[in-house]
């Protein structure tokens, strides 16, 4: 049931996402206490409290409408979050051009740790340029991947 609400709110939110130029990064379906749908979005030029107000009229109405979710539910959305971890591979793609850390399993290259600007995703690995050098990190040796907020 929870997959099946998710995969749906997907597939309604995907027209209107385009329709704003935001893209989407999650969604959550919570059904323990009152059920919250939580839907996280991203804006390249910065995602503004706007982009999440105008999802989230245009989402509710069309989830009222389809009466996708038969009880009383909470709905948010929000952005991603300065230092959000990435829980999909498609998040590679999204975060291009934003620093990131990155924690490997086993050494690759002889290092654990790599710090830099994600470049995206090529062959199932991760590209990260770290200043000295450009380092293709295998998606299933990572063990955590941040978004790193650099504030001045």
Do not use: H
């Amino acid at each position: 049931m929870k997959e099946q609400v998710i995969e749906k709110v997907k597939e309604l939110l995907q027209p209107l996402l385009e329709e704003r130029g935001v893209k989407l990064v999650d969604v959550e379906y919570i059904t323990a206490g009152k059920p919250v749908l939580r839907i996280y979005i991203y804006n390249p030029e910065g995602t503004s409290i706007d982009d999440c107000e105008w999802v989230s009229r245009r989402i509710g109405a069309l989830l009222d409408i389809e009466d996708l979710i038969p009880v009383s539910y909470i709905l948010e959305v929000s952005s991603p979050g300065l230092d959000r971890k990435l829980k999909n591979k498609e998040e590679y793609e999204i975060f291009k051009g934003r620093q990131v850390k990155i924690v490997t399993k086993e050494p690759v290259e002889g290092k654990n740790v790599f710090e830099g600007e994600l470049k995206g995703l090529e062959n199932e690995s991760a590209v990260v340029n770290t200043g000295e050098e450009e380092v293709k990190i295998p998606l299933e040796s990572i063990a955590r991947a941040n978004l790193e907020f650099k504030g001045e």
